[in-house]
């Protein structure tokens, strides 16, 4: 099968992944749908405040442990 | 060309178990800096409304609130039909596939999807839940932590979709 995408050329253990332009379209539902229009995201806090936010849930253990975290 | 300055901006969506490992005081050091790092990187971090579902389970009125507190910093990708469809449309390329469908859960084929749609990657600790050939690794961070005297490593993926295929076996659906 081909494993190319347009999308993403990195490989496992090349460096760093960069932001690449989403784009392209896919049939959902029977409909040609363009990639990026769908789903329709809220705004977002700064970086800093995630980041801040992050780790004031991490101080007060705000989210729950993973079931499994011996891995 | 415009003014030659046009920016590429592409989002993490953060599998609810990224989150769930924030909560380890032996790990979140490096997850923060590696956090750091995809911003950096001009990343934007992102999860799906299923994960509100998912870490608010079984939290206490306090918890709550802080949670939602810091959840409301992440762009939030919204569940809708379209994406309830494509979620039940890639599992049933992992039936195709025969990827065992109990294997991966509802929330983690919403996020997948979520993916597909908006051309995000997802940031995991469990690749199982995204399996190939459908997502690809684009980048792997391995953290190695200490716990009760003992050296774990908890690997991270970075996973894109593979929209080539995807497409393909969408039109090849039976």
């Known amino acids: 099968m081909d494993k190319n995408t347009n999308q993403q050329d990195q490989k496992p253990g090349q460096g760093q992944a960069q932001p690449q332009p989403s784009q392209g379209t896919i049939i959902i539902a029977g409909e040609q749908i363009d990639i990026n229009s769908q789903a329709v995201p809220s705004s977002p806090g700064t970086p800093s405040e995630v980041i801040g936010g992050l780790k004031e849930a991490s101080e007060k253990g705000i989210f729950p442990q993973p079931p499994n975290s011996d891995e | ?174």
């Open chain 2, 1 to 174: 060309m415009s003014n030659g300055t046009k920016k590429t901006f592409q989002d993490i969506i953060f599998d609810t178990c990224i989150l769930n490992y924030n909560g380890n005081p032996q790990i979140f050091p490096q997850l923060n800096t590696y956090y750091l790092d995809l911003l950096k990187r001009q990343f934007i971090l992102a999860i799906s409304e299923i994960t509100i579902f998912e870490l608010l389970q079984d939290a206490t009125i306090k918890k709550e609130r802080e949670a939602i507190n810091i959840l409301s910093f992440f762009k939030t990708y919204q569940i809708n039909s379209k994406l309830l469809i494509a979620a039940a449309q890639l599992s049933t390329l992992y039936k195709e596939e025969r990827i065992p469908n109990q294997q991966i859960s509802t929330s983690d084929k919403i996020i997948g999807a979520t993916a597909i749609l908006t051309g995000s990657l997802i940031l995991t600790a469990d690749v199982n839940d995204f399996p190939r050939p459908f997502f690809q690794e684009a980048e792997e961070k391995l953290l190695v932590y200490k716990d009760k005297n003992r050296t774990k490593m908890l690997a991270l993926q970075l996973l894109g979709p593979n929209q080539t295929v995807i497409t393909e076996r969408f039109s090849q659906r039976p």
